[in-house]
């Protein structure tokens, strides 16, 4: 059965999400960017007719307006904008209040989700290790907003809790097209071990997005994509 699905942000990433819905089972219903929603006003009742879920890729400023609106209606929210999670408990609260469902990640990539499995071994396993020292880089296009990207920021999280106690050092660039990059390094006198994702485009990123969006349908709570990536379909 094909599910009606909202876009609010039609930027790049939009628009390969509205390429890709089919394959997922999703047809467009309503596809919005800054100019249709500004101050949240394109996501009302009457718009909204006919969605199951909405997949929100705008803006830092603009995605918890956009989640307390889609909350109160009771669609279920796919959350891939950055650089606003500092906000995540007035989103939470707004989703179990109104009984609704959201998913949230800095990374839809099923590959970067493996690629901070692996790190947090590594972590654990350098903890002990004190004459290494270890940092963490990363490069997205010169569009992105926020740096370090919310992806290399949780990585670092999930390293410290895996043990690593040690400063972490963090850098970012900001240039061109590029999709997106993260390594992160562990350095000593004696050698040096990288460990790096690097996406080819940002199809994985969507792919992902469509897939916890069809998971989504008939939840209720607010999920981060590394919770469920194991039940994906």
Known sequence: MTRGL????????????????????????????SSTNAHGAGLSGENLRGVDAAVEFSTP????????????????????????????????????????????????????????????QAASAFAAEHEYEAWGWEIHHAAKRDAP????LA?????????????????????????????????????TITIRHTARSREGFARGALRAARWILGKSGVFEFREIVNELG
């Open 155 to 191: 990585v670092a999280q999930e390293m410290k809790q895996a043990g690593f106690e040690r400063a972490i050092n963090l850098s970012a660039n900001r240039a061109g097209a590029h999709p997106g990059t993260h390594e992160i390094g562990f350095d000593s006198s004696a050698d």
């Open 61 to 120: 400023s603009a995605v918890l307006q956009n989640i307390r609106r889609l909350a109160a209606l009771g669609i279920p929210v796919v959350a891939g904008t950055t650089g606003w999670f500092q906000q995540l408990p007035c989103a939470r609260a707004a989703v179990q209040s109104g009984g609704g469902a959201l998913v949230w990640s800095p990374n839809f990539s099923v590959g970067v989700y493996r690629f901070r499995q692996i790190i947090a």
């Open 149 to 152: 990207s919310g992806t290399l």
């Open 6 to 33: 909202a876009i609010v942000g039609h930027g790049k990433m939009g628009r390969l999400i509205e390429q890709l819905a089919p394959e997922y089972g999703f047809d467009i219903r309503l596809m919005l960017n």
